[in-house]
């Protein structure tokens, strides 16, 4: 079928009834003959007055003129998806075929889009890094190191279960802090760790936090000794925090 024959038949036709008064009357909208999108301007001989079923009509025969993939059909079905939206001013209506066929071509084109635009320095998030809030145990990301020395680099380094942290000459001060310390015990022995550094890099903490935080186990100094702390996870220390 030759789209393109068909979309400039029913422009022609407009102009005409345009230039012999036909339209002085009725809704109309104003249609680019060729989309400013593809480079078409605002100058009138680039303008018709459409009824609103022809200037729909006619966004649907230009995303049928080019080929699928192509950037011209992209642009046209994304002008197209725009339209088939129904108000009490514009009432469009297309089956629920030819939607289903243009959700998905559309879905598809802007899922690349949108990959494209993620990709290297065009993402937002691209350069930055993970900083936990010793204080609240919130984790955000920031393109350079906060000037408060409550920020650490690393995310979520008390598995977001700290609502007050404070850290003071290395002892953690925290009302629930023993809870969190037994969950991560517990979570330790249940895993194969070799050794708390082997936790810490598993989870993306730092084994210095993690030290500290396991330190609230009074368990801790029989199961973990020396300071390297190299002891292999044992599952029958689960649940098992006091000295018997």
Known sequence: MDYKAIYY??????KKETENGHRQLGYFEKHHILPKSLGGTNE???????????HFICHWLLVKMYNKGTAERNKMLCALW???????????????????????????IIGETNSINQQGNKNSQFGTKWYTNRNTGDTKKFKEKPIEEFWIEGRNLFHGEFSSIIVHNNTLHKANSLNIAKKIWDEYHAGNYLSIRDYARKHDLYSSTVTKILKRIPLFNTVFIGRSHNNQSNKKYIGIYDEA
């Open 82 to 108: 725009r339209m088939q939206c129904t108000n009490k001013v514009h009432k469009r209506y297309i089956n629920a075929k030819a939607y289903e066929v243009l959700r998905i071509e559309f879905a598809k």
């Open 44 to 54: 009138k001989e680039n303008l018709v007055k459409l009824t609103a079923r022809e």
């Open 9 to 14: 038949k029913i422009i022609e036709n407009a």
